[in-house]
């Protein structure tokens, strides 16, 4: 199982960035799938989030308007579009995917390894 992240980097505030996230190894489509970040000093925070197929979206207030979370079952891959971005969006982003087993009563949950965004001028 393995989930990377890509396409974090610098940006001045008020510019966008678009981060992906690649699945592989377990049934993308399948898994309800999450962003969260994690600012220097600070513990993780919960951004953002997508149902299996994509029907359904839920974002933090702090976000909300600017970001826009969305997947690609076919490519395995999850993004968040990040506009407007704020000085205070400076953090670690991670992906997370999480399916839980009714008939076995599991939960599945993986994490990826985390993409640096910085936003400063």
């Known amino acids: 199982v393995q989930l990377v992240e890509s396409g974090g980097g610098l940006a001045q505030p008020g510019e966008s960035l678009r981060l992906s996230c690649l699945a592989s190894?377990?049934?993308?489509?399948?898994?309800?799938m999450m962003w969260a970040r994690q600012a220097p000093g600070k513990g993780l925070e919960w951004v953002s989030n997508i149902y299996p197929d994509g029907d359904r979206t839920m974002y933090a207030d702090s976000v909300k308007g600017r970001f826009t979370i969305s997947r690609d079952n076919t490519k395995n891959t999850m993004y968040l579009q990040m506009n407007s971005l704020k000085p205070e969006d400076t953090a670690v982003y991670y992906c997370?995917?999480?399916?839980?087993?009714?008939?076995?009563?599991?939960?599945?949950?993986?994490w990826g390894q985390g993409t640096q965004v910085t936003v400063s001028s």
């Open positions: 997370n995917a999480e399916y839980g087993d009714i008939v076995t009563q599991t939960e599945y949950n993986y």
């Open positions: 190894g377990f049934t993308f489509s399948t898994y309800g």
